[in-house]
């Protein structure tokens, strides 16, 4: 008996190490097992993560940058008012300042006359004929909410070396071809093209004269509630006048009404009124323009952050 008791004693020493060693064995697979289903869940989400940056929808960036729609021009002529502001609330509508209860502004639109004519496009560049021929220069801002602050002639174009280029290009409807929105920054970015021959020519009104300079307007920043502005930084601008919006801070007065500078009986819709204080020289190409737009009176307009950044770039084209 002591001996099958001493082989007992014997056995359970090696039973115990077996089971050690199954359990071991058991616990090494898992192990292996759950260390690999970690890895595939990580991979898989990695790659969905990789799928999304492809696509844009994770990508900051993108959610940063937009590059906005450049509305066509059209004919105004004749319309009424309460069909200019169908157009205008239609654009509004799928801006990036897009808002139910938006109306025009009264102190912008509210001068604008029924079944009148409208300053054309051509024949305010070119003066050629009839000056409400063609596109209507103000379908530029109301058709283009975006275009913030937008570089015009101050006067009619009437080269002095007869450059045609000039009456028969794109450029010269001052129209943006690319606009860019970065909602991080709270800016946009105008970029126009314009003929180095062009800033080297001059304007004429009557009897006046002047080189080539080219003026702003504020009609859709005023619309949306920016009415002050100053120009805080120029690359190869010059502004014309001492007094102007690069030395001091600006108030926009700009609104539509019915005058008589296209010499049409009766008059025609256009914008009011001339601001000498934002007159600018363009002394070579690239040329750029920073400016700064606030709703409410800055306390310092040199220190102060703006409620927007709008930036104008003109590039060269050689059409």
Not at 60 to 66: F, G, K, L
Not at 184 to 193: L, N, R, V
Not at 220 to 239: C, H, P, Q, R
Not at 306 to 312: G, S
Request: with cysteine; aromatic share 14%; proline share 5%.
């Amino acid at each position: 008996m002591n001996n099958d008791l001493n082989k007992n004693n014997n056995i359970l020493p090696l039973v115990i190490i077996l089971i050690a060693i199954v359990l071991l064995f058991t616990s090494l697979i898992y192990r292996q097992y759950s260390n690999n289903n970690y890895s595939s869940i990580q991979n898989e989400e990695q790659n969905f993560s990789e799928e999304q940056a492809d696509d844009g929808s994770n990508s900051s960036e993108n959610d940063t940058i937009q590059y906005l729609t450049i509305n066509p021009l059209q004919e105004y002529n004749y319309l009424s008012k309460k069909e200019i502001y169908d157009i205008r609330k239609k654009y509004v509508a799928t801006s990036i300042f897009a808002s139910k209860d938006y109306q025009p502004s009264e102190d912008v639109f509210g001068q604008i006359e029924d079944g009148k004519p409208w300053w054309g496009l051509e024949g305010y560049a070119c003066h050629r004929g009839d000056n409400s021929y063609g596109v209507s220069q103000v379908s530029r801002f109301i058709n283009n909410p975006a275009v913030l602050i937008s570089p015009i002639l101050a006067y009619g174009f009437r080269g002095t070396k007869n450059i045609e280029h000039f009456c028969n290009s794109d450029y010269t409807k001052f129209n943006p071809f690319q606009l860019i929105y970065n909602s991080t920054e709270k800016s946009i970015t105008a970029k126009y093209k314009l003929h180095r021959e062009v800033i080297d020519d001059a304007v004429r009104y009557g009897t006046r004269e002047k080189p080539f300079h080219m003026t702003l307007v504020g009609v859709n920043a005023k619309d949306f509630g920016y009415l002050y502005m100053k120009i805080s930084s120029v690359n190869d601008i010059e502004m014309v006048n001492p007094d102007n919006a690069m030395e001091r801070l600006y108030f926009l007065p700009d609104y539509i009404h019915v005058g008589g500078s296209c010499g049409i009986d009766g008059g025609c819709n256009n914008i009011s009124p001339y601001q000498p204080a934002l007159d600018f020289y363009i002394k070579g190409i690239p040329a750029t323009m920073e400016i700064k737009l606030w709703k409410n009176q800055p306390k310092n307009a040199d220190y102060d952050t703006p409620d927007f950044l709008y930036r104008i770039m003109f590039e060269e084209t050689f059409e």
